[in-house]
């Protein structure tokens, strides 16, 4: 073995990194457990489940900075630092939202044509619309197609023809290619401030560890949300376009009086509360009963002097005011009127929001808060604040002049902003308006010299500049301690005032937190019980010191590739557990590749230590290959895919490549390290399988014509299937919404389909038992065609409606939502066009790259027809199989994301199978050039028996364990994946290499010596 120094240090400094990563999981998990201890301490026996999630959330957020892992005193990491780092759950394993918005870049051109009744340009869009239903053209493409078919002669520079258009250089004599450019630039330039805008409410929302990012189709934003349990307050908050405002503000004396004021009623609001409760004994009973028999008079004077010392009392029990939490700046000048940590924030707002509080605060008064914590440094040197790791906020006070309550000056004004250097070097924000607007603010900023002007977006404090001269023609600059970052994320903040399109929800998923934590049980479950049938069949066939090396490959290959995930900050999801699951039972095959090419070996007569060691060089070849196919396939997969299906891709690539060192160079090293000792001796089989497979002597080429007839006729059925019942196709490809429904006891699925056949009236509705006996999974395309928050209501309605007779009486809707509604999931119409494209060209890509990698490999065309046709051989018999037993089987067995994945991977086992075969072949070649065409592809199929039914057997093994004990939401990628795993073996044997050897022979003007073919079988 070379280079086996480099190899054993690249092994442990893999290991080494690995643990270290793993380690963030580790303590993650250790403080969320303390955290969970905790709450259960403070709540008590009798708490609810909200109560218990409300303290842990409280404890973790009181952590949130504090150290919790000392790196061997290098550095110390705080739970926010491993929360990071640790390996993150999907949706489906720990509960949360998934959510597709869209930005309709439709509404935008109507925005940029200021909304524009032309005739032809409204029937252009709605043409366009229509055409981006079933088109993965960008819609400004599809928009500019439709005003050529309305309007051959028509000009677009005439309906858009706005003064901020002309300022991008249109005329109105521009053509309409010029035109459409410009307008191209434009929507994307709204798409980005819409990303931003929505990243931004994403992260004052508080998830940990959110997931945002923007999707190929134009306007399209992905927001994953793990652990989220308000998904209306979600939607609520993504939902509608951004809000810029400039307000004026007040300065920190004109109002503190009115906070101390505040501070008092908020003081003897808590304590009357604490009172209430119980909490604190109210000293002021006595005394006020001693002047129960008082004048009037007397009683309100004494009543006045009891309510003044309200906050004295109040701080002495230890109860919160305002001051208590909200630290006042003491400046003079200046809108900042206090700072709090970020975690006191609801609380004020709860407190300022009272009719009590607001009494006594000026009527124009609006408090705020700033969006960006304050600096530590500024922290320290203005507020006395030291060594913390909270994160605190200002406070601004904003003056509502305007008798409507609304901003004198809001976001359509701006016309361009852009940051830039100034001449002292710092960073400002140029900013233009239009002529309305520049009037609106040379009058503000005329009233306002020497104060501030805030500007606002969605209800947060972006930059307060202080006004130092009335600015005319509407040029100004905001200045103020910018960074480049900041300066451009506020030019960007008030160019989104031009957004006048707001986001759409088109696709919509929610698993509530008990799903995701039985999906998390049972993944683990599959996990361990297919482990454990692995490493029992592989001492079972090859013996106790082989197939125990083996174990510590397979081992060890776990260990690295959770540690890799956690390198990548992948997500793991239930898919990607069955990625992991089954790249065990993947990974079996180079080492059963490996096992039988040394017992070989060793039946040829060869020494022990020289049959290992020729057994791993002979085996390496078809090792790579069936890995680098595999691993193709897991890319297409996750080039194509979305959200599961992509963790499912990544999970399977990584494990691909762990298992590839595991099972070639970790076995190795151990064997080498074995082979040192004297008294060294490993069987490689039991007395059981010490001859399997070895006289296995199948005429696979003579028996040609059988197995193509029975193919035809299977794949004829298949057909017939497809031609008549067709697929049953799951929402992903359709459109739709799904539900999952638990209830408290049994119930009849199809009496609760004929109650949601009544509610959902016109529309196709499915209702299946999912599970167990008392959870039903309800699918339907009513109302599919409306995405808009109407649609939804009267969906959820429909759906409350037909669910209603079997829920307990007076059950009411928000409580249907909250207790018996599992799961939701909604996939818009122009969503579903996308996934049905993708997975078109994820497959036919597929198998375009198994031909050509095939041909590359081994130089010969037909080798890569008859392996291609091999492939087309499995996926339509999977295909018929689906479509001949959707009604019948207990289980989902739908065309989704899903099944296109288990199609993939399918072809990416299949392939193995070709690889395999066809390197034996070619090696045969070399060794006996005068043997026929028939004769040498015979005696390298039979050859491989062993290795094919030990693979096969190891991987259904694996793939029995997940479907009996995996989560019901994969049972029919596992069927599928069953299904392809068998046929794959039978259409390599059977199929794809007969068929080469009939073009082969065809080549060679008949069956020939192999060496007289003209085209060499070269690696």
Partial sequence: MQNKGAIRLFAILLALVCLYQLTFTYFTRKVESDATKHALAVAGPAATPEDILRYEHQYLDSILHEPVYNFFGLRKYSYLDCKEREINFGLDLKGGMNLTLEVKVADVLRALSNYSQDENFIKALALAEEKEKNSTKDFVTLFGEAFTEVAPNGSLAAIFNSAELRDKGLTYSSNNDEVLKVIRSEANSAIDNAFNIIRTRIDRFGVVQPNIQRLQKDGQVLVELPGVTEPERVRNLLKGSASLEFWETYDNQEIFEYLIQADNVIARIEYNKAVQTGTIKDTTVAEEEAVADQTVEEELA??????????????????????????????????????????????????????????????????MWGVKAIPANELAQYYGVENTRESYYHLIAIRATGHDGRPPLEGDAITTAKERVSQRGSYEIEMSMNAEGAKTWARLTKANIGKSIAIVLDGFVYSYPTVQTEIRGGQSSITGNFTPEEAKDLATILNSGKMPAPARIIEDNVVGPSLGKEAVQSGLVSFIWAFVGVLLYMIFYYGFKAGAIVDVALMGNVFLLMGVLASFNAVLTMPGIAGIVLTLGMAVDANVLIYERIREELRSGKALKASIHDGYKNAFSAILDSNLTTFLTGLILFIFGTGPIKGFATTLMIGIA???????????????????????????????????????????????????????????????????RGLKQGIDFTGGRTYVVRFEQEVDASKIYESMADAFAGANVEVKTYGSANQIRIATNYMVLDTEESGDKAVEEALYAGIKPFLPEGTASDEFSDKYLMSSQKIGPTVATDMRSKAGWAVALSMLGMFLYIMFRFRNWELSLGAVVGLIHDTLLIFGVFSLFYSVMPFAMEMDQSFIAAILTVIGYSINDNVVVYDRIREYRELYPKRKISEVFNTAMNSTIGRTVNTTLSTMVVLIVIFIFGSETIRGFVFAMTIGVVVGVYSTLCIASPISYLLLRRKAGGDVEISKVSTKLVG
């Fill in 302 to 367: 004494l009543l006045s002097e009891l309510e003044s010392d309200s906050t004295d009392i109040a701080a002495e029990e230890g109860v919160t005011s305002l001051f208590s939490l909200l630290r006042p700046t003491g400046m003079a000048t200046g809108p900042v009127v206090g700072i709090a940590s970020g975690r006191n924030r609801d609380k004020i707002d709860e407190w300022l929001a009272s009719d009590q509080v607001k009494s006594v605060l000026p009527r124009d008064l609006k408090l």
């Fill in 658 to 724: 762990t298992s590839f060192f595991s099972a070639v160079y970790i076995t190795r090293l151990i064997y080498e390290w074995l082979m040192k000792k004297e008294s060294f001796n490993v069987e490689f089989a039991t007395g059981l399988t010490r001859n399997l497979f070895t006289k296995v002597n199948i005429n696979f080429i003579q028996n040609r014509k059988i197995y193509f007839a029975l193919s035809a006729i299977v794949l004829l059925v298949c057909v017939g299937s497809l031609a008549t």
